[in-house]
């Protein structure tokens, strides 16, 4: 079955420094992908980034970039630059092929990141 | 505007009282999702559909029921069954495969008391 561990409950970074926000998986598919999603206070979800289990390059976009270690079924997001506005809570999410379905996404608990002057 | 329709922003309901959440895609996504959010917490699963007429349970699916009557809407009930069912609940829908990102709605904000 899947499973999506965000370890880290908050997080402080100070404006215009680089964060690391940790994602560690589990599944037993060697198909899978992964997606970041940033929800600020308004509460809508906003779609980040994806990495696919297959891809050979780590995924990018922007400021944020995806820490992808397979082996370790690890996919930290990275901000680089951060800005107030960055201030939100961040959602790891998953599909796999888990009962001959891609569909099924599940998400962490999330990590809540706060910018700092 | 192509996108995903909840209704409504905020609800209250007393206790007892089954409640129908509504969510609307015009993105012609396949497959729509109901999740809950409760305060500082993720996302938990609650029913998925890939197709119409045809739901699956997600992790925390009891005291709720679906429908999947048309490929644009996915109603959800919340009944009376549900134990704890004040939360922020959140619809989203996708196409199918395994890099679509998931787009969603803004989310309906449930109150029973």
């Known amino acids: 079955a899947q499973k999506i561990t965000q370890t880290q409950p908050g997080m402080f970074v100070q404006e215009k420094e680089a964060v690391t926000l940790d994602c560690t998986y589990d599944?037993?598919?060697?198909?899978?992908?992964l997606f970041w999603y940033k929800q600020p206070s308004s509460g809508e979800m906003i779609f980040l980034i994806y990495q696919g289990s297959y891809d050979q390059q780590n995924a990018t976009e922007g400021r944020y970039s995806l820490n992808f270690q397979k082996a370790r079924k690890s996919a930290n997001l990275v901000i680089s630059a951060s800005q107030l506005g960055d201030s939100a809570m961040y959602f790891c999410?998953?599909?796999?092929?888990?009962?001959?379905?891609?569909?099924?996404?599940?998400f962490g608990t999330g990590t809540r990141l706060q910018v700092t002057l | 505007d192509g996108g995903i329709t909840q209704s409504p922003k905020y609800l209250f309901r007393k206790e007892g009282q089954n409640v129908t959440l509504s969510c609307e895609q015009n993105l012609n996504h396949d497959a729509m999702y109901w999740y809950r959010q409760d305060p500082g917490q993720g996302l938990r699963l609650i029913y998925y559909?890939?197709?119409?007429?045809?739901?699956q349970k997600g992790d925390i699916a009891e005291g709720y029921s679906v429908s999947r009557e048309k490929k644009e809407s996915f109603p959800l009930t919340v009944t009376s069954a549900q134990k704890n069912p004040t939360a922020f609940y959140l619809c989203a829908s996708s196409f199918l495969g395994m890099n679509t990102e998931a787009f969603f709605g803004q989310g309906t904000r449930l109150t029973v008391v």
């Open positions: 999410a998953m599909r796999d092929e888990f009962a001959g379905t891609a569909s099924k996404l599940t």
């Open positions: 559909s890939q197709i119409v007429n045809d739901f």
């Open positions: 599944t037993s598919d060697p198909s899978y992908g």
